[in-house]
């Protein structure tokens, strides 16, 4: 708490609100891990192998290697306040770096999209949403943050069309497909019912994607969403193995499959990964 108040009191090294913000959700869970290998964790007790073994199990709940090298800067900047304030000499995150990730699973095949798509509900409005939400991370390719920042404006359901502001590029029209319109349609319809009784005052009402209580989704609300499925794909196929299942189950995971069913029906692999 002290080290992140020095930082927002002191703008410390040029550091933003956002990375602030995230430094001290990582210190906690920082702290939380050390409850897990130290009985009663202090400054003073924390050793290289703790901060290293930390890292090692970031990495085996499938967190990607930049996430967890930027867990490790706010680990190390943490011992760094501590050595300023005389309270630690040494900084046991000083030498580290983080372990390198396990090989990437194999993309889900054609079939398990299909299976993965099929399990949302469609006749309420959680399921038409998630439903929706699965088939243009897959359909359309789309990027987390490209979905997260849909309108309705963007919308083009009669032309199958979807405007996408790519990153570093201009916004451009991205084809739906019969499967995604179809989707979309069953959403839009349980997204009206859903606001029926809501303020419009209290809404997000130009949002594409939105909560029950009508504002728009956050990053890691759709991660969940994409988790959820993948579980219960993995129940119906007997099974992945835990380390596989945690590295292939987020937003990226349609993604990538997107990429790569799209190289095996014969597209450019560079303009696909362009898109």
């Not at 509900?121 to 949403?129: H, K, L, Q, V, Y």
């Not at 292939?248 to 362009?274: F, N, S």
Request: aromatic residues 6%.
């Amino acid at each position: 708490d002290a080290f992140v108040a020095d930082l927002d009191a002191s703008g410390h090294d040029g550091v933003m609100v956002r990375t602030r913000r995230a430094y001290a959700t990582d210190l906690g869970q920082f702290a939380r891990f050390l409850h897990t290998c130290i009985a009663g964790p202090t400054v003073a007790s924390v050793q290289s192998e703790h901060v290293n073994a930390f890292c090692e199990h970031l990495l085996a709940e499938g967190r990607q290697p930049r996430t967890v090298a930027r867990k490790l800067v706010a680990v190390r900047a943490l011992f760094r306040f501590l050595q300023r304030q005389g309270v630690r000499a040494d900084n046991p995150a000083r030498d580290l770096r983080p372990p390198d990730a396990a090989p990437a699973p194999p993309t889900l095949t054609s079939a398990q999209i299909r299976a993965l798509l099929q399990l949302p509900e469609r006749d309420c409005f959680t399921g038409a949403r998630n439903r929706a939400i699965l088939e243009l991370l897959y359909g359309a390719g789309l990027r987390l943050d490209e979905l997260l920042s849909l309108n309705l404006s963007h919308l083009d359901l009669e032309g199958e069309n979807l405007r996408v502001k790519r990153s570093g590029a201009e916004a451009a029209q991205t084809p739906l497909g019969a499967p995604a319109t179809a989707a979309l349609r069953g959403y839009l319809l349980q997204r009206a019912e859903a606001l029926v009784q809501r303020e419009m005052t209290e809404v997000d009402a130009g949002a594409l994607f939105i909560s029950a209580r009508g504002r728009r989704l956050r990053p890691r609300t759709v991660q969940r969403i994409v988790e959820r499925y993948a579980r219960l794909l993995d129940r119906a196929e007997g099974g992945w193995e835990r380390e596989r299942l945690r590295r292939r189950r987020g937003p990226a995971t349609l993604r990538a499959a997107y990429e790569q069913h799209l190289v095996e029906a014969g597209a450019d692999p560079g303009l696909v990964a362009a898109l």
